[in-house]
Antibody
Framework: QVQLQQSGPGLLKPSETLSLTCAVSGASIDNPDYYWGWVRQPPGKGLEWIATIYHNDITYYNPSLKSRVTISLNTSRNQFSLELTSVSAADTAVYFC??????????????????WGQGTPVTVSS | DNVMTQFPDSLTVSLGERATINCKSSQSVFFGSNKKNYLSWYQQKPGQPPKVLIYWASTRRPGVPDRFSGSGSVTNFTLTISSLQPEDVAVYYCQQYFDSPFTFGPGTRVDIK
């Protein structure tokens, strides 16, 4: 059973850098059957995809955040990470890591997210 | 970006009755080469991460009760709960994976009357 355990700070000041880590158990992040991604949810609002990474370091970024986001793999620790620079109050949200399930039918694509980490509430406030 | 919209924003249904949630994409999510719709549905309960229910618009994830069903094609999709149960109270989201950026609908809240 694949499980994702998130870690990282919950409170930042404006202009700081958010760093979150997602430790994966029950699966290898090197497995070419899966992608790995991050999704966030502002308080009381819907879901926003942030970024996704594949085992060969191919990355996908939401253009709305691309200039501030880096997603990376640490295969030796079987974990992946998110960095978001220059945070502001607009980045206040619950951040989720998730396995971005790979589906292949004619072409292979990152498809749905399953399972998810427990979520990390992040507040940006001076 | 492929903008996803959902309606209604919320609905209240009696126990055992049918709940229908609609999702519309601003661009097609249908791939002609495999005749598949690149759309999934999620359920999110308070304080929990979302849980995927359906992918390829109509394929139930293993373990998902068969009262949940998905239908539709191209730009118009529906999630149906055939007989609402107390544990189905949640917010439901659609998500397209036809193209990056992968986008979600704004969600539909389902409550019991």
């Amino acid at each position: 059973q694949v499980q994702l355990q998130q870690s990282g700070p919950g409170l930042l000041k404006p202009s700081e850098t958010l760093s979150l880590t997602c430790a994966v158990s029950g699966a290898s992040i090197d497995n070419p059957d899966y992608y790995w991604g991050w999704v966030r949810q502002p308080p009381g609002k819907g879901l926003e995809w942030i970024a996704t990474i594949y085992h060969n370091d191919i990355t996908y970024y939401n253009p709305s955040l691309k200039s501030r986001v880096t997603i990376s793999l640490n295969t030796s620790r079987n974990q992946f990470s998110l960095e978001l620079t220059s945070v502001s109050a607009a980045d206040t949200a619950v951040y989720f890591c998730a396995r971005h399930h790979r589906l292949e039918d004619v072409v292979a694509v990152p498809a749905f997210f399953d399972p998810w980490g427990q979520g990390t509430p992040v507040t940006v406030s001076s | 970006d492929n903008v996803m919209t959902q309606f209604p924003d919320s609905l209240t249904v009696s126990l055992g009755e049918r709940a229908t949630i609609n999702c519309k994409s601003s661009q097609s999510v249908f791939f002609g080469s495999n005749k598949k719709n690149y759309l999934s549905w999620y359920q999110q309960k308070p304080g929990q991460p979302p849980k995927v229910l359906i992918y390829w618009a109509s394929t139930r994830r293993p373990g998902v009760p068969d009262r949940f069903s998905g239908s539709g094609s191209v730009t118009n999709f529906t999630l149906t709960i055939s007989s609402l149960q107390p544990e189905d109270v949640a917010v439901y989201y659609c998500q397209q994976y036809f193209d990056s950026p992968f986008t979600f609908g704004p969600g539909t809240r389902v409550d019991i009357k």
